[in-house]
């Protein structure tokens, strides 16, 4: 298999949160609710999130392609779950409307996402540098979402 066709199973396995997620988007019920004035616009996340899954993309080739598979089985069950839990966080928020069940999954996201850095940092040093943003981002809309649950109950 080419390099570049691994390349781009990685990144559309990074994809698929985005484009699971998207079958719920922010409805009557998101805009009704009370939100932190630091809110970023709606039309912010899209481009974020498509930087970010490319991001993850390729820090999964970096990964994969760094060392052998004994040595990588801890961290590709840790990529799968925080992807998982990343496509079922817009179904939870916006589809379930469940603001505390949907700071349940960003935070374990968020530790998922933190021990994925640590795990591809040991096997590729530039993928774990590449998942920072995305914990970064996380940590923001982990906050973002705490937020909104505090102001609507």
Known sequence: MTNLLKVAIFVFIAFLPGIIGSQFSPGQWYVALNKPSWTPPGWIF???WTILYLMIGVAGYWAWNSSGPSNRKAAFCVFAVQLILNATWSWVF???NSIPLSVVN???LWG???TNIILFYRLSSGAGY???PYFLWTSFAAVLNWSIWRLNT
């Open 94 to 96: 916006f589809g379930l």
């Open 130 to 132: 590449l998942l920072i």
């Open 46 to 48: 899209a481009p974020v």
């Open 106 to 108: 960003i935070t374990a």
């Open 112 to 114: 998922l996402i933190l």
